[in-house]
């Protein structure tokens, strides 16, 4: 049996979690700091950095209680070490270094995003995913589209070519006039609208594997704002934050319209790349894989069994992380006390190589 504490705070959630052998989660503890930002419409990285040095040390603590065990009891303990922000990160990998120290623990430093993949493993029924396994991780930083051969084994087949999915939901919910963050309060909206309402463009229906939604985003400011601002006219970066939503329009048309443009350019690629590589099972991953347009989508877009974490797990947690670190526990790799963050790491293959 074996028992990982996993933390993680490369964003703006605090996480901890203690899982036994890769899948099944003894306790998971979120202090989310989403109120904390809504009043910016965004995460502010200041605010995020100090948030997390309040809150680590009470959901450390409360992971380790709830999961009925004492800090001796532990294996190993895992930490997010990129990509994020590199102060939140330096909260996080601090604390476990720390710990790891003072409990004389192994310490494993994990990539963020292959903690979103292995937030597949925590769902039921624990059936083992079939390799090779088609991934796309759509959260608020990243878009990537990932073939997944095995345990720490990536090729990355595409991505976003400037915003990220989560990203885009959150730009265009500002838009709207919806609050922080966009992805949530968007889906609601678009329950009730329709999403035939507007003909926001098609998929890029190139041959690569990449994605972009800037130009989607800049479409719905055209189709639903005035542009008060010069820089809102020139559509500069951030011009989302000038644009005035028109009296006429409504939100949940919009709403609506833009999620059915943003979920179709996701599954048409997916589901093609599916199929070229010959995978077994396709792997949604990341916060808009909570979105159910989006599953639902994937789901007709293929004959192959699609699978998504539980909605608890879509968004950033530290039970994935502590489940990305168990394969690699479990294959010697360790990392040494002086490690550094990575706020821009890739997720590469090396995982089970470097050890
Ligand atoms: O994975 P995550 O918690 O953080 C990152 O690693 O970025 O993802 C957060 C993102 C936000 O952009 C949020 O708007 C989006 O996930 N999101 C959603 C939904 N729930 C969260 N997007 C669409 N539909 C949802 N239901
Ligand atoms: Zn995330």
Redesign the pocket.
């Known amino acids: 049996m074996t028992r990982i504490l996993g933390i993680e705070t490369?964003?703006d959630?605090t996480a901890a979690s203690v899982v036994q052998d890769g899948k099944t989660i003894l306790s998971n503890v979120v202090a989310s700091q989403i109120d904390l930002h809504a009043q910016y419409g965004g995460v502010f990285p200041e605010v995020a950095s100090r948030a997390h040095v309040e809150a680590i040390g009470v959901v450390v603590e409360q992971a380790v209680q709830d999961a009925g065990i004492t800090m001796d009891r532990l294996d190993a303990i895992a930490v997010t070490r990129g990509p994020g922000l590199v102060g939140s990160l330096l909260v996080g990998i601090n604390y476990a270094k720390g710990l790891a120290l003072a409990a004389n623990k192994p310490l494993l430093g994990i990539n963020?995003l292959e903690g979103?993949v292995y937030s597949l493993w925590l769902t039921e029924p624990r059936r083992d995913v079939q390799f090779p396994a088609l991934v796309l991780i759509?959260?608020?930083?990243?878009t990537e589209l990932l073939l997944m051969t095995g345990h720490g084994q990536y090729e990355r087949l595409g991505g976003t070519l400037d915003d990220?999915?989560?990203?885009a939901?959150?730009k265009v919910?500002r838009v709207l006039g919806l609050p922080f963050?966009?992805?949530?309060n968007?889906?609601r909206a678009a329950q009730m609208g329709n999403a035939h309402a507007f003909e926001f463009p098609k998929a890029r229906t190139d041959e690569s594997y990449d994605f972009s939604f800037s130009g989607l985003k800049t479409a719905v400011m055209r189709e639903v704002t005035v542009m008060p601002s010069a820089a809102a006219r020139r559509r500069e970066p951030g011009a989302e934050k000038h644009a005035i939503l028109r009296s006429d329009v409504s939100v949940y048309d919009a709403a609506a319209s833009f999620q059915k443009a943003l979920v179709e350019a996701l599954v048409t690629k997916t589901a093609r790349a599916a199929k070229a590589r010959n995978v077994k099972e396709v792997l949604l991953a990341?916060?808009?894989s909570?979105?159910?347009a989006?599953r639902m989508a994937m789901r007709a877009a293929t004959d192959l069994p699609v699978r998504y974490p539980p909605l608890n797990l879509?968004?950033?947690n530290a039970a994935m992380i502590a489940a990305a670190a168990y394969h690699r526990f479990h294959a010697g790799l360790r990392d040494e006390l002086d490690m550094d963050v990575k706020p821009m790491w890739h997720l590469s293959s090396t995982a089970y190589s470097e050890g």
């Open positions: 490369s964003c959630e963020h979103h759509v959260s608020g930083g990243h990220a999915a989560g990203e939901f959150d919910g963050p966009g992805g949530p968007i889906e990341g916060g808009v909570a979105n159910t989006l879509c968004t950033d």
